[in-house]
């Protein structure tokens, strides 16, 4: 029997995502086993036979960052002395990418050098979403297929029809995504802009457009511990806004994040599941919409040299 061209594998950081994508595609995971020595050092061992193959490696490098991290660049390596035909790591999340330049003296630039090291790991080509700066693209030698979430996010808004809807940024850096999905949505754009005054650090929200009497979106491409995002619907809110939903594509939820989302003045929270919720989901609160599909497009595209730049 012939063996297939094109096989997928996962760590251990997402495999229901893995599963997820197999399903859209029509092929079985491939086999293989991310396990641990007894001193936590990380074993690999591929199953399949993948010499002149189009392999494809799922794996966000979310929490434990460290953990997934060093399980996708010993995949990597794996498939690269197995005689692979191509590996593509798809990085649903991609950490580390919070230090994209040196904003201040002595410190590292963390998304270049986790750059250097799946590049230097063997991988051929990187498929992610919604990189947390798009300029990290530029950080590697290779191709970089950036997709993102908001055909999945805005798809569930618009059939929400939420009427008098303002789409806004938790902050200035924000802008470019909020106004890509006013102008998906049909809404106007707002902003909240975070200045700190005096000694004391004291944060005072600013919003520019108008949010009273209207129903806002605030959209970002990750909730983290949730204190930007929960700080500015509480500004919104006070402001005069109707009702008040979150958005973003990558759910970290780290530290006191769910605290605060229970506690902020919002109807819904909907992400994807770039990343596994698992016990932090809240039921009723937030909404996990898959990107399976987006992921498995991508991937089918890639493998048949198909052009990936249409899903945008």
């Known amino acids: 029997m012939d063996k297939p ?16 994508i197999c399903e ?7 086999r293989g086993q991310v396990a641990r020595f007894p001193d936590g050092e990380i074993d690999v061992k591929v199953e399949n036979d993948v010499r ?13 960052v460290n953990e997934s991290l060093m399980e996708l660049l010993i995949l990597i390596d794996c498939f690269r002395r197995a005689s692979t035909a191509r590996i593509t790591a798809v990085i649903p999340y991609f950490g580390y990418a919070r230090k994209d330049r040196k904003d201040e003296g002595r ?11 799946l590049t230097e790991a063997g991988v051929d080509r990187i498929l ?17 297929d950036h997709l993102f979430a908001s055909p999945v996010l805005s798809r569930y808004f618009q059939e929400m029809a939420i009427p008098k809807l303002v789409v806004a940024s938790s ?11 006013a102008k998906l949505l049909g809404g106007d754009l707002a902003i909240v802009d975070k200045r700190r005054g005096g000694p004391e650090r004291t944060e005072v929200m600013n919003i520019i457009g108008e949010v009273r009497d ?15 995002i929960t700080d500015a619907a509480v500004a919104i ?23 605060r989302l229970r506690n902020a003045p919002v109807q819904k929270v909907v992400v994807t599941n770039t990343i596994p919720l698992g016990p932090k989901a809240a039921p009723g609160l937030i909404e996990v919409l898959s990107v399976a599909p987006l992921l498995g497009e991508a991937m089918r595209r890639i493998h048949l040299n198909q052009s990936v730049s249409a899903l945008f």
């Open 237 to 259: 809110k006070r402001a005069g806004a109707l009702d008040v939903y979150l958005a973003a594509t990558h759910p970290v939820l780290c530290g006191e994040a769910m605290s």
């Open 5 to 20: 061209d094109m096989q997928v594998f996962s760590g251990n950081a997402h495999r229901a995502l893995a599963s997820e």
């Open 128 to 144: 992610t979403i919604d990189l947390h700066a798009t300029q990290i693209q530029g950080f590697f030698d290779i191709h970089v």
């Open 107 to 117: 410190v590292p630039i963390t998304a270049k050098l986790v750059a250097n090291l």
């Open 214 to 228: 209207r129903n806002v979106l605030l959209i970002d491409d990750m909730i983290s511990t949730a204190g930007t």
């Open 52 to 64: 002149g193959v189009d392999v494809f490696v799922i794996q966000p490098t979310c929490p434990p």
């Open 171 to 181: 902050d200035v850096g924000g802008v470019k995504m909020a106004r890509a999905y």
């Open 24 to 30: 859209y595609l029509h092929i079985p995971l491939g």
